[in-house]
């Protein structure tokens, strides 16, 4: 070999030297992404100019000399786009940069680590689920709340995904025991099913919501906490829930202190979580408190980006968006999990008119309707038996069990309608001989309805006490 053959030879090595280094320079490089600037900030909505994103994007926001604030694109107006911030916007000025975040298409792969250099950015829209969160209390953007350290999870899942096919889920076949002698004997509720826990103010709904999270037979249990007070969240799980609820839950806390944004996050993260076990074929129960503050959310946002108001300050998006979250809980396909959903509804006022209940009514299996009345007297759990019902039940239980339902009914119905009469001494015994059992059998039928805090109702001794009521019993069944 020459002397020029092996300068030839030494100089390629080092071209291809830096040629390597160049490739491993573009690899750990992060790319240029789409920037505009903010132009409006009027309430809760920004408007950026400069660059095109379509809805649902996230953002950042530069401001010089601060810390950056993320955003959503919630919709725009020709070459303006509309954002809503998920945290403060204080120290933001005119012109603050705006820069598009790059999102990652796909979750990784199971038993993959996902990239910690882009970790805050694939927040945006994938979050992490799975085994890693039970009992774990965290927020809407999967950050915990509970001190336990970091959330460490090998699987992340978009926020929003398409409802399973209809013609794919399995049907409402087997009952879920929930605990509750009122709901299990007289409202029996069946797994996939979706009910509404419509109820006033202070009636005792989180109690209720409680006793359901920690005797159901449910093997995972959801709770996202949308839009309450921020002292309810602690009281929840430390009074309510408890250590034993707590052990098979994830709890979702999205309080009123936050952005819209996040709490209609919230929520969408709640039932992504919810999802992810039911494709892994478990029985999951999504407890939702509340689908009113998952409304009110979405009329913030759709009124401070322009929507008109239609039913009492309510836009349309709001009706739009009810479905479209309901509707992603129920039965997965035959032989695979469930998500059973309770979702509570507020009445204003104690109105079951309200636009939201009138919505929530409509779309959901069943309803459970607490009284103002009953809980006033000391009653507890208040469930107004006459105004609930659960529309999947017909199909989960025997028709003996059935008739009993319809007798009990019947006669509690009787008496509510003449307890006027029956105070004032102004009814005469024999007259009725219905009524005549039914004030027989009320104050029995009072206690059974009562149930205590720290008192498991199973599903099968509820029925059997139902039976026992009208000196029944019921046969064993191979």
């Known amino acids: 070999m020459t002397m020029n053959d092996a300068l030839k030879n030494e100089r390629l090595s080092a071209w291809r030297g830096f040629l390597d280094n160049c490739r491993e320079a573009a690899s750990q490089a992060t790319p240029l992404l789409p920037s505009g600037h903010l132009t409006r900030l009027n309430g809760l909505v920004m408007e950026a100019s400069g660059l095109k994103l379509p809805l649902g994007s996230s953002c950042r926001i530069l401001p010089a000399g601060g810390s950056s604030i993320e955003a959503e694109v919630v919709g725009f107006n020709g070459e303006r786009l509309f954002l809503m911030p998920s945290e403060d916007v204080y120290g933001l000025s005119p012109g603050a940069r705006v820069v598009a975040l790059e999102t990652r298409t796909t979750p990784p792969k199971l038993g993959q680590a996902p990239n910690t250099k882009r970790r805050a ?61 009122a709901i299990n004997a007289l409202l029996t509720v069946g797994r996939g099913q979706r009910m509404g826990l419509f109820s006033g103010s202070g009636v005792g709904k989180s109690v209720l919501l409680g006793m359901m999270a920690r005797y159901t037979s449910a093997e995972v249990i959801v709770v996202g ?29 999205a309080p009123a202190d936050v952005s819209p944004l996040m709490r209609l996050q919230g ?154 009469l029956i105070s004032v001494g102004a009814y005469v015994a024999g007259t009725d001989p219905l009524l005549d059992q039914a004030i027989k059998l009320y104050p029995v039928f009072e206690s059974f309805l009562q149930q205590t805090l720290s008192e498991r109702a199973n599903f099968s001794g509820s029925v059997d006490q139902l039976y026992a009521l009208f000196g029944a019993h019921r046969a064993v069944r191979s």
């Open 121 to 181: 950015i694939d927040r945006a829209k994938l979050l992490p689920v799975g085994n890693a969160l039970l009992g774990r209390v965290i927020d809407g953007a999967g950050r915990p709340l509970d001190k336990h350290g970091p959330i460490i999870a090998d699987t992340l899942r978009p926020l929003q995904s398409r409802p399973v096919n209809p013609m794919s889920r399995a049907p409402i076949e087997q009952s879920l025991d929930v605990g509750i002698r």
């Open 225 to 253: 906490l949308i839009g309450e007070r921020g002292r309810e969240v602690k009281e929840f799980i430390e009074q309510i829930l408890g250590e034993e609820g707590l052990r098979r839950s994830v709890v979702v806390a």
């Open 267 to 420: 929520a969408a993260y709640a039932t992504s979580i919810a999802e992810y076990f039911r494709d892994q074929g478990r029985h999951v129960l999504l407890i939702m408190d509340s689908l009113t503050r998952f409304a009110m959310a979405q009329r913030e946002i759709a009124l401070a980006i322009g929507e008109p108001p239609v039913t009492r300050g309510y836009p349309p998006s709001v009706f739009a968006r009810l479905p479209q979250l309901v509707e992603r809980a129920g039965n997965g396909a035959d032989g695979g999990g469930s998500i059973t959903a309770f979702y509570t509804v507020l009445a204003e006022g104690d109105d079951q008119q309200d636009p939201i209940a009138d919505a929530a009514r409509a779309i959901l299996d069943g309803h459970v309707v607490l009284s103002r009345t009953l809980a006033d007297a000391g009653h507890y759990p208040a469930i107004d038996i006459e105004q609930s019902i659960s529309r999947a039940m017909v199909n989960l239980i025997e028709p003996e069990h059935l008739e009993q339902i319809r007798h009990f009914k019947q006669l509690y119905s009787r008496f509510q309608r003449s307890r006027d």
